[in-house]
């Protein structure tokens, strides 16, 4: 059986003679700098602006290859168009790249295209393959917060009722600082995208409690002693460790696990709003049957 590097070979050579064929302009090659997906947003100046700051030298390079790629695809085709860019993400897909390597690429294409101001352009990642994820029930949610207040790990037993009552993604936990916290709300940005942020009023006063105790007096309220955002890798570890002192499974202790329990219970409580809603519009629509329904008036 041919690996998947084999079998894109022949894809892979018809597209350099392609680029080659692409990059040829009155006898000569087209200047790197000058190459471009939007007119007047050269990818060079993009890869080499003030964005890049934040990059490391491996998504640099990722990101570079990758707009590169979505060039040489779009050249002849015209402007990037929703329609072209699922195109693309089609062709990569017949070419043997995983997910994974597809939605770099789209994030690489998403960077350029928020510089760019073109948000109708931004296109949604698809999840690899992954694992389901073990469902935490409130019994046991409520035996992690049990069990942290007896073992006195106040800022562990905030994280979990944090993620599990207001469907908090990881990557915002940053975002809430003590400004939020005496707000009792804000609107943040989760990846890119306005995301409205409300803390029940019983775990606001909690943090404040704590805050009041441990501090900090402005900025992140979850941080290390030495003022640093909280590693996400030991955050994990510390809600495993927590759910063996609690007879929770281990694979439950997770950021994750908590919030498809927020979304889970949001659900539930729906879906009892809607049947009780359906009830009661049956029995008023009874009601009306039996005061002026075409038999009962006759």
């Not at 100046?45 to 590169?68: I, V």
């Not at 695809?73 to 062709?91: I, N, R, S, V």
């Not at 007896?150 to 207001?166: D, E, M, P, V």
């Amino acid at each position: 059986m041919q690996s998947p590097i084999m079998r894109r070979m022949p894809l892979l050579r018809r597209d350099f003679a392609a680029l080659l064929e692409t990059l040829q302009k009155g006898g000569g090659l087209v200047e790197e700098r000058d190459l471009e997906i939007l007119p007047g947003f050269p990818l060079e100046a993009f890869l080499q602006g003030p964005d890049s700051a934040a990059w490391n030298r491996d998504t640099c390079r990722s990101y570079r290859r990758a707009l590169y790629e979505l060039q040489h695809f779009l050249a002849g085709k015209g402007l990037p168009t929703p329609q072209l860019l699922e195109a693309w993400q089609a062709d990569l897909h017949r070419q043997g790249y995983r997910q994974r390597s597809v939605n770099m690429r789209i994030s690489a294409a998403n960077n350029y295209f928020r510089r760019c101001g073109r948000h109708d352009l931004l296109m949604h990642h698809s999840r690899p393959n992954a694992v389901p994820v073990p469902e935490l029930t409130r019994a046991e949610y409520l035996r992690l917060l049990q069990t942290a207040r007896g073992q006195n790990k106040h800022r562990l037993y905030l994280l979990i009722k944090l993620f599990a009552t207001t469907d908090l993604s990881l990557q915002c936990l940053e975002q809430i600082t003590v400004q939020v916290v005496q707000d009792g709300g804000a609107v943040l940005d989760c990846r890119g995208s306005p995301l409205e942020f409300h803390l029940p009023a019983a775990l606001r006063q909690e943090l404040l409690d704590y805050i009041a105790e441990h501090g900090p007096a402005s900025g992140p309220v979850f941080i290390t002693r030495g003022g640093r955002p909280i590693n996400r890798s030991n955050l994990c570890r510390e809600m495993q460790e927590l759910c063996r002192a609690a007879g929770v499974p281990e694979q439950k202790g997770s950021p994750r696990c908590l919030r498809n329990l927020y979304q889970a219970t949001q659900n539930d409580i729906y879906a009892n709003l809607e049947q009780m809603l359906q009830q009661a519009y049956d029995q008023l629509l009874q009601a009306e049957q039996t005061a002026a329904g075409w038999k009962e008036g006759a």
